[in-house]
């Protein structure tokens, strides 16, 4: 079993907001698959069905952002995963342009506490991710408001189509690995 999580905050007042973009990945995977998230468990909303012969849980871990660790680690451990190559967690990063994605197969969590947390409560920075770029916090800004915020109309339409493209990235990652879906997608 594959664990891909998506990152975000529950609840209307953020929706489509910056850091809710994990969650949208997760939503257009689900679509695209045919998979309801709407079960809970694990302290998330959670799927589960085959993407590209991978049999998938898909969670929206529902602990808002700076906690998504506790959630993920639930879920890892119920499913004894290996975080290394059975998790995807896929999230917005403010180092990338709005629109660009960016997969790892490891690393810091590079200011992101969601992706901090995470790796707080697995004890590891070795797992595969997807960023999704949601722009650099104008100078003035404060992040939290930034990362709250919602996208300009412009910016609206190019984080549709990097959803889109994570979604496929993501599929990418659970049929071809992720090297090549670094190769074919960074």
Known sequence: MYIIAGLGNPGRKYENTRHNTGFRVLDGLADR?????????????????MVEGQKVLLMKPQTYMNLSGESIREAVEYYRVDPECELLVIYDDISLEPGQLRIRKKGSAGGHNGVKDIIRHLGTQVFPRIKVGVGEKPEGYDLADYVLGHFSPEDAQKMQEACNRAVMAAAAVLSEGPDRAMNDFN
């Open 33 to 49: 698959y045919g998979i309801a998230v709407e079960q809970r468990k694990h302290k998330a909303l959670c799927g589960t069905g």
